[in-house]
Antibody, heavy 123, light 107 residues
Framework: QVQMVQSGAEVKKPGASVKVSCKAS????????LHWVRQAPGQGFEWMGW????????NYAQKFRGRVTMTRDTSITTAFLDLSSLRSDDTAIYYCAKDSLPVAGSSANFDFWGQGTQVTVSS | DIQMTQSPSTLSASVGDRVTITCRAS??????LAWYQQKQGKAPKLLIY???SLENGVPSRFSGSESGTEFTLTISSLQPDDFATYYC?????????FGQGTKLEIK
């Protein structure tokens, strides 16, 4: 069965960086885009971007360009989200989510999600 | 960006009721819309994709429809397990955007 297991909660100071991991299993990791989505406290969802696990190619939301890096390690079927220059409004739950269709016909709706990683930015 | 305006923000209903949640897109989304259910402290669950296609394993009481830039999620007969928050998401254009959510409460 498909599983997406994320790393644990993080507390960071403003200006620091955070790296969140997402270990995927139960499907062919390189066949599906891996998206990152965040949810601020009491708020809706914000799509941050995707990584193509096959090529390493990425597409980031304009809002996060320059501060975000999405990578993957195919040997351990794990994707990573790096977010730098953290601010208090980056406090959120960060989710990885698997695209529902293979890369060739990517749909950008998300059929499996990680459990979420709480990132708290506080001085 | 395509803005998704979801309504109502809160909906009170009883078991057995038929309920409808609406999402209006600021631009044509051409059927590229998904609906998710989220329960407190959990990740979202995909219910509907491509505006009206039911995800595998989702009960048939859930359905979706599209009319122009307006999308609708209908639950035909509410069950106790359905009380949760529902979100729409468009994937017609970057950045992918979500509605603000509808919290479905027990009346």
């Amino acid at each position: 069965q498909v599983q997406m297991v994320q790393s644990g909660a993080e507390v960071k100071k403003p200006g620091a960086s955070v790296k969140v991991s997402c270990k995927a299993s139960g499907y062919t990791f390189t066949d599906y885009y891996l998206h990152w989505v965040r949810q601020a406290p009491g708020q809706g969802f914000e799509w941050m971007g995707w990584v193509n696990p096959h090529t390493g190619g990425t597409n980031y939301a304009q809002k996060f360009r320059g501060r975000v890096t999405m990578t993957r390690d195919t040997s351990i079927t794990t994707a990573f989200l790096d977010l730098s220059s953290l601010r208090s409004d980056d406090t959120a739950i960060y989710y990885c989510a698997k695209d529902s269709l293979p890369v060739a016909g990517s749909s950008a709706n998300f059929d499996f999600w990680g459990q979420g990683t709480q990132v708290t930015v506080s001085s | 960006d395509i803005q998704m305006t979801q309504s109502p923000s809160t909906l009170s209903a009883s078991v057995g009721d038929r309920v409808t949640i609406t999402c209006r897109a600021s631009q044509d989304s051409s059927g590229s819309l998904a609906w998710y259910q989220q329960k407190q402290g959990k990740a979202p669950k995909l219910l509907i994709y491509d505006a009206s296609s039911l995800e595998n394993g989702v009960p048939s009481r859930f359905s979706g429809s599209e009319s122009g830039t307006e999308f609708t999620l209908t639950i035909s007969s509410l069950q106790p397990d359905d009380f949760a928050t529902y979100y729409c998401q468009q994937y017609r254009g970057y950045p992918y955007t979500f509605g603000q959510g509808t919290k479905l409460e027990i009346k």
